[in-house]
């Protein structure tokens, strides 16, 4: 995967040669396939453009805990690179302490807090990488990101019901 990781970053390099010279870290969202082409769906239609972790697996992992700033290039299931993010803002604060602007950045679901609160202690309680699994007063990452490449897909407009043909 390393050769496809260069291509691509090569070839993004040539159309915006303002990125970094250096490689930038790629991952996937979730922790499934399904998860990750998903959420990665959504990120490339403009639906997503947040992101949590649990603080607890950064320490667990040893991973570094993104920063303002931070490039990353986004892969699909397979480990195909499909996408490069920029991080816009990062925060952290307690599970029970994520705002409702926050949920619906992540695109996920009807987009509501409760939702958003639903489904991320049951995937915290499944798949933490810390043994501590989940705490109402956990402490969160929540990233923002803006889309970098491609341009994210625009859905047109819904027709307007009153207009005269």
Known sequence: MTSTLDDFWRDRRDERPELPTALPEAWSFGATPAQADDLLDLVLRGVKDGTASSFWDYEASGDRVPELGDIGIVTDSTGAPRAVVETTSVRIVPFDEVDADHARAEGEGDRTLAHWRRVHEAYWRA????????????????????????????????PDPTAVA
Do not use: I, K
């Open 127 to 158: 798949h933490s990488e810390d043994p501590r699994g989940f705490d109402p007063r956990m402490p969160v990452v929540c990233e923002r990101f803006r889309l970098v490449w491609p341009a994210p897909a625009t859905t047109p407009p819904a």
